[in-house]
């Protein structure tokens, strides 16, 4: 194939991808094709290289990890598919070590083919458990795409949509207004929600890097276990060790009542999530809470459970909490003699690189991640005042320090 044939590929399948995909924001048409990846790096089908500061929060053990590609090959020799009322091994030992890692008291699991799903199968468990069907929300959080999930993120939706999940009660985010004003929202819907609220469901920190307060969620578990209510975070981009703990909450000393895991639970290959909650929540065997075909595949389950075995056994958690500390000292470094950079905000490696937004007024948001492409960096911007930076927990040193050196020479441009 010569260098002509190779740089036609690209747009050409691009054009094609547009063609027969529905378009939608953040997705189709697309900007580019993909044709390979391996480890903290991705590569087009022009040749060109990028390091993965994104990922969709999917590449905690690096992309095509060669451990689980053999896993999965050695699945497929041996059982490809399990009908629903069957278990296989993979499934049930995925199972035990993630209720295994469950801080206190005895946990038991649930899987589904994605976060969406699995948010609205903790929301049912709740309903069932407390007989109350509000569920307390973050305004402008997000759950993923389910009428019931996606409702979650807003009070005012599209209207184009129609209607979604009733009984939704939405609260201040301790990001935008501070931490006094979303505990006194949830004090006051909890008091006066006629009948009650089931649950509240929260990411215990924002996919967006915004740290809450200390005190913050011990006081919303208070403000839950007096009104009864369920306690449910959403981990699908956070847990599994993104944020220097397995479980993002950890850092907050406190326990939820469930966790959702999903994204990078699939070691970046293959799509699953799953629901962890308090062994009390299973009171309803009579009732189908999760009926996915794909509930305990054994391939899906095979590659959770490879990739929690690697994340547990090379201690990613720790590693990504000490690779936080090189990333802040860098970036402290940096913003002495780069005007652009401000600081750094999140834990462990889902961190976000703030901006001074004054200095970059005039940039649009495509024009600023088109440069850090022509920089070698792929990420997307968190807010209108940061750029993510979430490489996966097992990239190498030099790659890290590579990326925010080139980072900050892209944003150089701009002073």
């Known amino acids: 194939m010569t260098e002509t044939d190779t740089m036609e590929l690209s747009p050409t399948l691009v054009d094609r991808d547009a063609e027969v995909f529905f378009h939608q924001d ?22 060109r290289r990028y390091l993965d500061l994104h990922g969709n929060t999917a590449h905690h053990i690096g992309h095509a990890n060669p451990e689980l590609i053999a896993a999965l090959k050695a ?6 598919f399990s009908p629903r009322r069957y278990t296989n091994e993979p499934a049930t030992e995925l199972a035990e070590l993630l209720v295994a890692q469950w801080p206190v008291g005895r946990a038991k699991a649930l899987f589904t083919t994605g976060g969406s799903d699995a948010i609205e199968l903790a929301m049912k468990l709740a309903r069932v458990a407390t007989g109350r069907s509000a569920i307390i929300s973050l305004e402008g959080s997000y759950h993923g795409h389910g009428f019931g999930a996606f409702g979650l993120s ?5 209207p184009r949509l129609g209607s979604f999940l009733p009984d939704r009660v939405h609260v201040r985010p301790y990001w935008k207004h501070g931490a006094a004003a979303m505990i006194e929202d949830v004090a006051r819907a909890l008091k006066q929600t006629p009948g009650g609220v089931a649950a509240i469901v929260a990411e215990p920190m924002r996919s967006n890097c915004h740290v809450p307060p200390q005190e913050l969620w011990p006081e ?22 993104k944020t220097g703990r397995f479980f993002a909450f950890e850092h907050f000393e406190i ?16 799509p ?25 595949n054994p391939l899906t389950t095979r590659a959770a459970l490879t990739c929690l075995k690697i994340i547990l056994r090379d201690q990613l958690p720790a590693r990504a909490a000490a690779l936080e500390q090189i990333v802040r000292s860098r970036v402290a470094e940096l913003a002495k003699s780069h005007p652009v950079i401000r600081s750094v905000r999140g834990k462990g ?9 004054h200095a970059l007024a005039d940039v649009s948001e495509d024009r600023l991640l088109q440069t850090l492409l022509d920089h070698g960096i792929s990420t997307t911007t968190k807010g209108n005042e940061a750029l993510g930076f979430s490489p996966p927990m097992t990239v190498s040193e030099m790659d890290l320090q590579w990326a925010l050196t080139a980072m900050a020479t892209a944003l150089q441009s701009f002073q």
Not at 258 to 267: E, T
């Open 26 to 47: 953040g997705s189709s048409p697309c900007f580019s094709a993909l044709r390979h990846v391996s480890g903290s790096w991705i590569e087009d089908m022009d040749g």
């Open 75 to 80: 699945q497929l020799d041996e059982l490809t």
């Open 154 to 158: 807003r009070a005012i939706t599209d």
């Open 220 to 241: 919303i578990r208070r403000l839950c276990d007096a009104a009864g209510t369920s306690l449910i975070f959403d981990e699908i981009p956070s847990g599994l060790g």
């Open 255 to 270: 326990q939820p009542d469930m966790v959702v895991l999903g994204k990078a639970l699939g070691g970046g290959m293959l």
């Open 272 to 296: 699953i999530a799953a629901v962890l909650a308090d062994a009390r929540f299973d009171i309803a065997p009579d009732l189908a809470l999760g009926h996915y075909t794909h509930e305990k």
């Open 349 to 357: 490696l889902l961190l976000a690189i703030e901006l001074n937004k």
